[in-house]
């Protein structure tokens, strides 16, 4: 029996991992609840990691084939919620604008800008009887965020802690037009899959946080090319993002409490 002193109790926590991680429990036994907005991207695996027992599930599927904008958001996060997650950490790689952080690096995004469209967004789409307008003037869990902000120093894992993650449409990667002005828009960071994850977490009142893994200069920003820095940088990153995880899972216990929280997010 896990010491309930130490680290997320079980079944607490998950990670929705994207990029680099799909076949990382592969081999673990899965389940794949039923849910109101059809199946999840792919069985959600029960791993242990740092000592723990936490879910896992791959946004992208076993065989890393479903595209961004085509992932189920809601049936991931309501399959989480169905195994009473309450802690969300999604994995995300992200291509970085600011000048001093480059691929190889983490950082803990510190809001996000949605630049996505016909996406399924959220889990009131009409057909449910209540209807909630959640607060995300603060789109990521702020005691998540700090959580692994902690992990990663006790680990001695540099992580950035801030910025914009904005969330483009994809599958294809920006223009470097489309980069210069994401960087007048605020935006730190550029990945694909945050949104609508974020909301439809907070709609189903989980804590959620990003743990992004950098893995190239954003377009036209770098001086290779950015499958290059990619290929070059996932594996420094992965390691990284798998030091600080086995940390998190492994100290002491701050773990939020998910469903106790007021519209705003705030508790
Ligand atoms: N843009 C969008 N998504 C990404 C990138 C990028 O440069 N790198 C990894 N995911």
Redesign the pocket.
């Known amino acids: 029996m896990p010491d309930p002193a130490y680290g997320p109790a079980p079944g607490q926590f998950a990670i929705l991992a994207g ?1 680099g991680f799909s076949d990382f429990a592969s081999l673990s036994p899965g389940r794949v609840p039923v849910t109101a907005y059809g199946a999840p991207s792919a069985a959600v695996r029960e791993v242990e990691f740092g000592g723990r027992r936490i879910w896992f599930l791959p946004r992208h599927g076993d065989r890393h084939d479903i595209p ?1 904008h085509r992932i189920n958001y809601r049936a991931n996060l309501a399959a989480l919620k169905v195994l009473k997650v309450r802690n969300v950490l999604a994995l ?5 604008i600011t000048p001093h952080l480059g691929p190889g690096q983490l950082a803990v995004p510190g809001q996000l800008i949605d630049y996505t469209y016909g996406r399924d967004h959220s889990i009131y789409d009409g057909s449910s009887a209540s209807l909630d307008h959640i607060d995300f003037t603060e789109p990521f869990s702020e005691p998540l965020r700090r959580q692994i902000l902690d992990a990663a120093r006790a680990a001695d894992v540099p992580c950035h802690d801030g910025g914009v993650y ?1 969330v ?1 449409q ?1 599958p294809r ?2 223009t470097a037009a489309e ?1 210069d002005r994401l960087e007048r828009d605020g935006a730190d960071f ?3 899959t945050a949104m609508p994850e974020a909301a439809i977490a907070r709609e189903l009142q989980m804590d959620y946080a990003c743990l992004s893994l ?6 036209g920003r770098g001086a290779n090319a ?1 499958h290059e820095d ?1 290929e070059g940088s996932l594996l420094e990153a992965k390691t990284c993002a798998l030091r600080l995880m086995q940390q998190l899972f492994h100290g002491p216990s701050r773990g939020t409490d998910g469903g106790r929280r007021d519209r705003s997010g705030r508790r």
């Open positions: 990029s961004p995300n790689t992200v291509g970085v904005a483009t994809g990667l920006e980069i550029i990945g694909m950098i893995v190239n200069f954003a377009a950015i990619i």
